[in-house]
């Protein structure tokens, strides 16, 4: 919907603020202009060009309340991009194939959903470490093990989504 500019024009007579007066039958007088010439007809002020302008806000307003939308929503999708990082070292007394290395680990900022995901990478480790789980996903945090026999391990973690 393309806005169709008015190109206002002044009422240019040749001879301004120029009047006539008229006794009324009442006691009151009446100013005719007597404005001469017209030079430039001037642009009617009419319903059908305020009209106009109020069509131009309206559109102006709903432009910038969508864009609005679309910023927010794309700073909510860079947050869930950068995400948030953290290490934890997990220790485990049991002897292989047994394992009691699970810790909860708590979200500096909480999500609105669990529709977040965590990336674990191995940065040190002492022993095999088998795979790494996350499991027991809530707003506020998740639980975290490794599955070998190795008797600790530092993982880094990176969370991403759940539309903080």
């Given at each position: 919907?393309?806005?169709?500019?008015?190109?206002?024009?002044?009422?240019?007579?040749?001879?301004?603020?120029?009047?006539?007066?008229?006794?009324?039958?009442?006691?009151?007088?009446?100013?005719?202009?007597?404005?001469?010439?017209?030079?430039?007809?001037?642009?009617?002020?009419?319903?059908?060009?305020?009209?106009?302008i109020?069509?131009?806000?309206?559109?102006?307003?709903?432009?910038d309340?969508?864009?609005t939308?679309?910023?927010?929503?794309?700073?909510?999708?860079?947050?869930?991009?950068?995400?948030?990082?953290?290490?934890?070292t997990?220790?485990?007394?049991?002897?292989?194939?047994?394992?009691?290395?699970?810790?909860?680990?708590?979200?500096?900022?909480?999500?609105?959903?669990?529709?977040?995901?965590?990336?674990?990478?191995?940065?040190?480790?002492?022993?095999?470490?088998?795979?790494?789980?996350?499991?027991?996903?809530?707003?506020?945090?998740?639980?975290?093990?490794?599955?070998?026999?190795?008797?600790?391990?530092?993982?880094?973690?990176?969370?991403?989504g759940?539309?903080?």
């Open positions: 919907m393309g806005y169709n500019r008015t190109f206002w024009q002044d009422h240019v007579t040749q001879y301004n603020d120029r009047f006539r007066e008229r006794n009324n039958s009442d006691g009151t007088i009446s100013h005719i202009p007597v404005e001469g010439e017209t030079l430039q007809e001037g642009t009617p002020q009419n319903a059908a060009n305020f009209n106009n109020e069509t131009g806000v309206f559109g102006a307003h709903e432009i309340a969508e864009l939308r679309i910023m927010l929503q794309h700073e909510r999708n860079i947050d869930t991009l950068t995400g948030e990082t953290g290490s934890i997990l220790e485990n007394s049991s002897v292989y194939p047994f394992n009691n290395s699970v810790r909860s680990v708590g979200l500096k900022v909480p999500r609105d959903t669990t529709d977040y995901t965590v990336d674990v990478y191995v940065v040190s480790a002492e022993g095999s470490v088998g795979n790494i789980t996350v499991t027991d996903k809530l707003c506020n945090g998740f639980k975290i093990a490794f599955t070998g026999g190795a008797k600790s391990a530092t993982i880094k973690y990176v969370i991403r759940g539309a903080v």
